[in-house]
């Protein structure tokens, strides 16, 4: 890895962050806070809440096997997302370079940032060869998006693969494990001492059941997480979301039951589905969807649509031609897809 001054941008290394009241002050004795200009009426809504999120923290660290120094919290993985760009890339010099098909805010916020973003096609199986990728950087190149479980595809990229571009690239490499807790395999986030390149983004939206509450994660080193802190809005995530946060976490059990539950959905979905005369292939998946091959996407698309059930149609991704994106809901509602798709003519 190239030294981290290196690889930020020198206007965001250089930068003096906004000093909030909350910073200045951080004691436990005050009773009195005439600090911020907070309204003294209307409690507990009318303080701040805290900016570093010390409490969600302190509960998320043990559950997610890292330090508490080593998690930035945002307004789901998008800002997280969005700050890496911010952080490292210079708008119209830099550039990154990602698997394709993946997940496609990673191209959004390169085009918003204006960061040139380089798709390096995945082979015929969803897999990734590290030497494409390490093929496909340059000089300029400071950021490698990988994700894995991949999003529309549902595998698992080989994780030799990924070691050896988090050991051979000098830049950052950014691993998505949003549907990690759906997997079978190590997540990365298990090895943050060994790779100090690495961030690693989960969410509150896919297995925690979380979506409305929009938080994210990411996971780095320190000195990465410190970055993230500098450039971040000051009061990035409301108290209500902290709050919920908190109680989603103390409730960690539940949440093991529905991952479970989801998983065992799946293995019967997964043979279910690829019994269907329309459907040509069922892809393996570690995540809480299947992406499964149809005689026609688009009919079978509508024709779900008229009964009243969504899935997401891929058939315009690269790789994905006629594919169904189908996450997988209750017993209840995976069987009115599956008897709704038997029906089909
Ligand atoms: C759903 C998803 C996320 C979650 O994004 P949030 O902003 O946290 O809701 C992140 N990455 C991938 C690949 C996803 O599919």
């Known amino acids: 890895m190239k030294e981290l001054k290196d ?20 004691g436990m004795n005050a009773h009195v806070f005439l600090d911020a200009n907070e ?28 330090r508490p120094s080593q998690i930035f919290l945002g307004n789901g993985s998008d800002e997280a997302i969005d700050l890496v760009y911010r952080i490292f890339c210079e708008p119209g010099r830099d550039n990154v370079v990602a698997i394709a098909p993946t997940y496609g805010m990673y191209k959004v916020c390169a085009d918003i940032n204006n960061v ?26 400071k950021v490698i998006w990988l994700c894995s479980p991949n999003n529309p595809t549902g595998n698992e990229l080989d994780k030799k693969e990924m070691q050896r571009i988090l050991l051979e690239f ?26 100090p390149n690495m961030i690693v983004l989960n969410t509150f939206s896919k297995a925690w059941g979380s979506a409305s509450i929009r938080l994210g994660m990411a996971f780095a080193s320190e000195e ?3 970055l993230f802190n500098k450039v971040k809005y000051p009061y ?34 997964m043979p279910a589905l690829s019994e269907l005369p329309i459907c040509k292939k069922v892809y393996p998946s570690e995540a809480n969807f299947v992406l499964v091959e149809v005689t026609d996407a688009n009919a079978v698309y509508n024709y779900l649509i008229r009964k009243g059930i969504v899935v997401r149609n891929r058939n315009k991704v690269q790789l994905c031609g006629n594919c169904l994106r189908i996450t997988i809901g209750t017993q209840q509602e995976n069987n009115e897809l599956l008897s709704a798709m038997r029906q089909f003519k």
């Not at 950052?172 to 494990?177: A, C, N, P, S, T």
Request: glycine fraction near 2%.
């Open 116 to 141: 040139d973003y380089r798709p390096v096609l995945l082979d015929g199986n969803f897999q990734l060869q590290a030497q494409k990728i390490l093929d496909a950087t340059d000089a300029h190149t």
């Open 39 to 66: 309204s003294p009426y209307n409690e507990p809504l009318n303080r701040y809440p805290d900016p570093l999120q010390e409490n969600v923290k302190q509960a998320l660290a043990p559950i997610k096997q890292v």
């Open 236 to 269: 990035n995530v409301n108290k209500l979301t902290q709050d919920k946060a908190m109680q989603m976490l103390a409730d960690w059990m539940k949440v093991d039951q529905w991952v479970r539950q989801i998983k065992r959905e799946r293995e019967h979905m």
């Open 224 to 226: 990465i997480i410190g």
């Open 7 to 26: 690889l930020v941008r020198p206007n965001i290394w250089a930068l003096e962050p906004y000093s909030c009241a909350r910073d200045e002050f951080k």
């Open 170 to 195: 000098p830049g950052i490499v950014v691993i998505d494990e949003a549907y990690s807790d759906f997997s079978s395999l190590q997540p990365f986030r298990h090895f943050m001492d060994r790779f």
